[in-house]
């Protein structure tokens, strides 16, 4: 049986018992199955080390509050604007640049980001539930978001290429955060 098959008869299970959470990881897929469209109900999905490129067939999973696509080739996330409901967001080791889609999912309270190509992170400035925060590894030049989010309690920021940070600076603006990496390249 291949990976795609393995994956649709995880899926045709999942429906059949209403299961709220699937995992098509380490199925060598390169793309999601469009049968996945009628799992409405979802609440979690893994698919994480494939060879996807593209996650637009996740639409239709509106219930969605835990997702994870890690280790896969996706450049575009858009997506994901249409995920309200989107919690915890695992996306590190693929090929991301913009997270601007990221900016209406005000219930997020924890992204894994890291080894991308993310240079802005404006858009989620404003995330008033956002803990855990891990941007390890992209292109980011300025600290100067970051420090708007006072709720992190965890973020790693290591190997991007910042300007010279002041711990004072972070330390008060940032008053909850237990844990921070912050290696330059």
Partial sequence: MNGLEIAEERIAQCKADKISYLSLSDLELDHIPSSIAELTWLG????????????????????????????????Y???????PKIRHLFMKHNQITD????????????????????????????HKNLVFLDLAHNDLESM?????????IWLCIEG?????????????SLPTLRHFTYKYP
């Fill in 99 to 126: 997270i601007d889609s990221l900016k209406t999912l005000e219930k997020l309270k924890k992204i894994e980001a890291n080894h991308n190509h993310i240079k802005n992170i404006d858009s989620i400035r404003t």
């Fill in 144 to 152: 100067q978001t970051i420090l708007q989010i006072p709720s992190l």
């Fill in 77 to 83: 996330i858009e997506v994901l604007s249409k995920l």
């Fill in 160 to 172: 991007n290429p910042m300007e010279n940070l002041s711990l004072q600076n972070i330390a008060e």
């Fill in 44 to 75: 979690a999905l893994s698919i994480s080390r494939n060879n996807i490129h593209n996650i637009d067939a996740l639409t239709p999973l509106k219930n969605l509050h835990k997702l994870a696509f890690s280790n896969n080739n996706i450049k």
